[in-house]
């Protein structure tokens, strides 16, 4: 990547399938092991996949020459460097953290998370914190309360992993939804990590295709919300940059019954999201300053 960026590439999107997607994959009897949901991801053609150590080992990755991002839970300061480091040594070129409890004052949370970027600091690795349900960013409002207390504290914006399915069914939204998800575009901008999995106001998961075979309405409408995401994202981004992207469908607890099989859709999310982007990537130029 460091020649791409020395040559003055364009911006990069790398694509991740999640080991989450593929649980429950191969039954009770003989479910599928790590290293073949690996394999079924690389196959697919993704760039990377996302997961945690353990499982995941520097060896699997290694074999595997993919792109490794990690997920981490943290909830107390003595976790932080320990886990983190554990991170670097498997391999993670970017690690994405859950933390805290949906009940943790703002102020708790400003702390932690200062204790996680002085630490990723340290280590070099490139560490970003989720907008997720049941941790200290549940809400749109303690997401951009965290990252206000961060930014005063550190005088620097705080990395956050997007996934705007949590605050859409928070709030209930209708589509088109980017007024109302995209109230700090420069945090959308100094992002790389995002958490693409389709969804509408009412549901944090909606299938991308139908049993038709045909796009579903509710998907195309949240292609739209992707491609301004994109158009965000790159307004800002210099020469090589990367863009750490999961196409996303939930193991059980988030696909309904009548959903498409998790795996298929995810391909066809993964599709998508390559045209929105070499579309929005067209238009792209060096920002300026």
């Not at 353990?54 to 460097?81: H, K, Q, W, Y």
């Amino acid at each position: 990547m460091s020649e791409k960026k020395a040559s003055g590439a364009k911006p990069v999107l790398v694509q991740l399938g999640s080991l989450w997607t593929l649980t429950d994959y191969g039954g009770k009897k003989s479910p599928w092991s790590v290293e073949k949901k690996i394999r079924k991801i690389r196959k697919a053609g993704f760039d990377g996949f996302m997961g945690r150590v353990p499982p995941v080992t520097r060896e699997m990755i290694e074999e595997n020459g993919l792109v490794f991002s990690g997920i981490v839970d943290l909830g107390r300061a003595s976790e932080v460097r320990p886990r983190l480091k554990r991170l670097k040594l498997a391999g993670a070129r970017c690690v994405n953290v859950q933390m805290l409890d949906h009940d943790t004052p703002t102020h708790r949370a400003v702390s932690l998370a200062r204790r996680v970027m002085e630490a990723a600091d340290t280590l070099a690795l490139d560490v970003s914190i989720e907008v997720h349900r049941d941790t200290c960013t549940e809400t749109p409002e303690k997401a951009y309360a965290l990252a206000e207390g961060f930014e005063k504290a550190e005088k620097r914006p705080l990395k956050m992993t997007w996934d705007f399915s949590h605050p859409a069914v928070v709030k209930s939204l209708g589509a088109p939804f980017w007024d109302r998800l995209a109230e700090r575009p420069d945090l959308i901008q100094v992002a790389n990590q995002f958490h693409m999995r389709p969804f509408n106001g009412h549901h944090a998961q909606i299938p991308a295709m139908g049993w038709d075979g045909k796009l579903t309405p509710e998907f195309r409408d949240w292609l739209e919300f992707a491609e301004r995401v994109f158009a965000c994202w790159l307004e800002a981004a210099t020469p090589g940059r990367e863009i750490f992207v999961c196409p996303e469908q939930g193991a059980p607890g988030y696909d309904l019954s009548v959903f498409p099989d998790r795996w298929d859709d995810i391909q066809v999310i993964r599709r998508q999201l390559g045209k929105v982007w070499k579309r929005q990537l067209r238009s792209w130029t060096m920002p300026k300053g």
